[in-house]
């Protein structure tokens, strides 16, 4: 299985500019697809980007497209994704994933822990 680990989070106002960062380890038998979801605090997880194995097919709902970019470097097992024009509705712990291409958070089997962005006003 594969290990995640996200950095990159914190505290950002209104406007500005974040980027993600998720190191992934270990042993997978097939390539796989990565991506990021959120959950903001009372709410139900939220997709919000996704990149194929090769990095050549990228996937983004309304709410980030034009705003987020995912891209990854598989020489370095990393992915990221470079959130610009933040709004405090982004505010969330952000998830890296890896698994099979979608936006269906049950096809990622692998899961970071978390890491939190807050987007003040």
């Known amino acids: 299985q594969v290990r995640l680990v996200e950095s990159g989070g914190g505290l950002v106002q209104a406007g500005g500019s974040l980027r993600l960062s998720c190191a992934a380890s270990?042993?997978?038998?097939?390539?796989?697809?990565m991506g990021w979801f959120r959950q903001a605090p009372g709410k139900e997880r939220e997709f919000v980007a996704a990149?194929?194995?090769?990095?050549?097919?990228?996937d983004y709902p309304d709410s980030v497209k034009g705003r987020f970019t995912i891209s990854r470097d598989n020489a370095k097992n990393m992915v990221y994704l470079q959130m610009n024009s933040l709004k405090p509705e982004d505010t969330a712990v952000y998830y890296c994933?890896?698994?099979?291409?979608?936006?269906?958070?049950?096809?990622?089997?692998?899961w970071g822990q978390g890491t939190q962005v807050l987007v003040s006003s």
């Open positions: 994933v890896a698994g099979r291409y979608s936006r269906d958070p049950t096809t990622f089997g692998s």
């Open positions: 990149i194929s194995w090769g990095g050549g097919i990228t």
């Open positions: 270990g042993r997978s038998d097939s390539p796989y697809a």
